[in-house]
């Protein structure tokens, strides 16, 4: 021990000798994190809750063009309608599934349900996703109600008023697409949370996909003929792809280090992938075609949105794995600001 | 099926208890993890060594409620840290040739317990509440493993058990607690690093410690969490630090995930309602062009 003491003068091993040699924060060798060890926990979502997005939000968003479809298109855009309610219940008929299979204990779906949390989004959401189940199947009765003679049944069915129905079931199909966004906002995972965009991403990006799944019904009932309503479709699709596009560059602009694990990798190009297949199906239509090709090229152009779609969906759920590994990203994401200023400096810390 | 819509009749609240770790009184004996595994019955996660420190747990998950970091502050070969204090370790090779300063943080992490807590925010079951002590507690009886909590805990505390897919983490004894005893971590402590009590007084404690350390030249000293910060919540476990927080795997400033909730529900709504403005405006003229 002597031999090593004598590396340092007395004076040295004083403290009150050594005011320079005061304790602050410096770089250490160790780097500035723990070990690089994430200090968030990966997201339990996967495929399930990517396709349960990619369905929820096109029935919900179906149904809500479908309502509009009856107070401002009339009689001329009944068939839309018609479609846009078959297309929602059918996009609905998997999503119970899907939330269910997720589920760490599936058996103990019906839990959701035992308490009433609007300050929960996925409480909140199941209970809409239910009430919505409930008019969605009421309306796919009452459609076919109207198909089959079905004795007494359908004269009930058939003095339902079908308006009151829709109306009723408005509030709910569209706090579907809006709640999937919000769902994923208001967690700690940093290529969420960091901007109030979200719900609009997913609310727009629904109502897109939505367009485009209603079109793709009817050419696959009628594959010979584009139907004459489809372009008001495309209106919505341009405007809702636009909204949805212009909103996800600045969530990534806003996001800054937090939304690397979008922009980099295999996510990255995933996203870049989904921009362009977006791109390409809302271009599709608008090319100059033969008659006789409309139909298919409209048929490939609402396919090419509904992948890109999905794709979308796949990324932003899968993009919280790679945001919860990234501890830069996360640290960026907890910087002391003026509403949340930390620990640290609420206790007046010296920064060096 | 029917008797999980039956609440029954909460206890009394009791004074909310809380842990006040001291991380300058840990040595890193890991007694914490040990009792805590053993009263909680939690399995074994292995020896994991990284090869990096001492610490063979790495994170707090659904087997561990109790970890242990072990930050090795040590200069680069050839260079003398200027860091000098309680914890400073003397570094020197056998011979006494390359003698250096360095230290050794340690810090026994668990549960949060904030006093708005983001995963009881976003449970959607009412698994997880504030038990009479104040404390965060997941039913188990009642979790179905959604997973949400997971995402929303700031610190990754919560974790999903890949054996019974149940979400699980530190329930601050509420056994021992209900029976009036001492949480098995804090009765372990052989130094007083972890205290248990009401959180009141806890904090007053750390405040007097803080002000000590102070005194005696330790100005680095602060507390994580005895006061809320901003728009995040005290915690009722919370923690004395003489580094950054990133120091020791704990986020420097972490955010409140419920507050992002209304911007998102309105401008999604907004945004909506101009597209299904677009859309009614195009339906209308193909109503009557066509």
Known sequence: ?352 | MLTFFKTAEAPPPQTPTGFFTDTTLCIGCKACEVACKQWNQLPSDGLNWRGTSYDNTHVLSASTWRHVAFVEQLPAHGERSGQRGIESTWMGDADGSTGQFGRWLMMSDVCKHCQQAPCEEACPTGAILYNEFHNVYVQQDICNGCGYCVSACPFGVLDRGEEDGRVHKCTLCYDRQKDGMTPACAKACPTESIQFGPVEELRERARRRVEELHRRGDSTAYLYGDQPAGEYSALNAFFLLTDTPQTYNLPQAPRRPNARLLPNYLLGLAGTALMLGVAALSMHRAGRAA
């Open chain 1, 1 to 352: 021990m002597s031999a090593q003491r004598a590396m340092f003068s007395e004076s040295e091993l004083r403290r009150e000798d050594q005011p320079q040699l005061q304790l602050v924060p410096k770089p250490q060798a160790a780097g500035p994190d723990y070990y690089g060890i994430p200090f968030l926990k990966r997201p339990t979502w996967k495929w399930q809750i990517a396709s349960y997005f990619f369905f929820g939000g096109i029935s919900g968003a179906s149904f809500a063009l479908a309502t509009v479809a009856r107070w401002a298109g009339g009689e001329r855009t009944a068939e839309m309608r018609r479609l846009a309610h078959e297309v929602s219940f059918l996009t609905l008929l998997p999503c119970p599934a899907l939330l269910i299979w997720d589920l760490g204990k599936p058996a103990r779906f019906y839990h959701m349900l035992r308490v009433w949390k609007p300050g929960s989004p996925m409480n909140l959401g199941t209970w809409i996703l239910t009430t919505f189940g409930g008019i969605v199947s009421l309306t796919a009765a009452q459609s076919l109600g109207e198909q089959i003679d079905i004795p007494g049944v359908s004269r009930l069915l058939r003095a339902l008023p079908a308006r009151a129905v829709e109306a009723a079931g408005l509030p709910a199909s569209i706090g579907i697409t809006i709640y999937e966004g919000a769902l994923l906002a208001s967690t700690s995972v940093p290529v969420w949370n960091q901007t109030p965009l979200m719900g609009l991403i997913f609310g727009a990006s629904s109502l897109a996909s939505a367009a485009e799944s209603i079109k793709l019904a009817a050419l696959l009932r009628s594959p010979e003929a584009v139907p004459e309503w489809a372009p008001s479709l495309d209106w919505v699709t341009r405007a809702a792809r636009g909204l949805e596009w212009g909103t996800i560059v600045l969530h990534l602009r806003q996001s800054g280090l937090a939304g690397r694990p979008l922009r980099r990798g295999l996510r990255g190009a995933q996203l870049f992938g989904s921009l362009g297949l977006t791109l390409a199906a809302a271009a599709l239509p608008m090319l100059p075609a033969p008659p006789e090709h409309k139909p298919r090229r409209a048929l490939w152009g609402a396919l090419l949105g509904l992948a890109g779609t999905f794709l979308l969906r796949w990324v932003l759920v899968h993009a919280g794995q790679q945001a919860a590994d990234d501890q830069q990203a996360a640290h960026a994401a907890t910087r002391p600001t003026e509403r949340a200023p930390g620990w640290q400096r609420a206790r007046g810390w010296t920064e060096r």
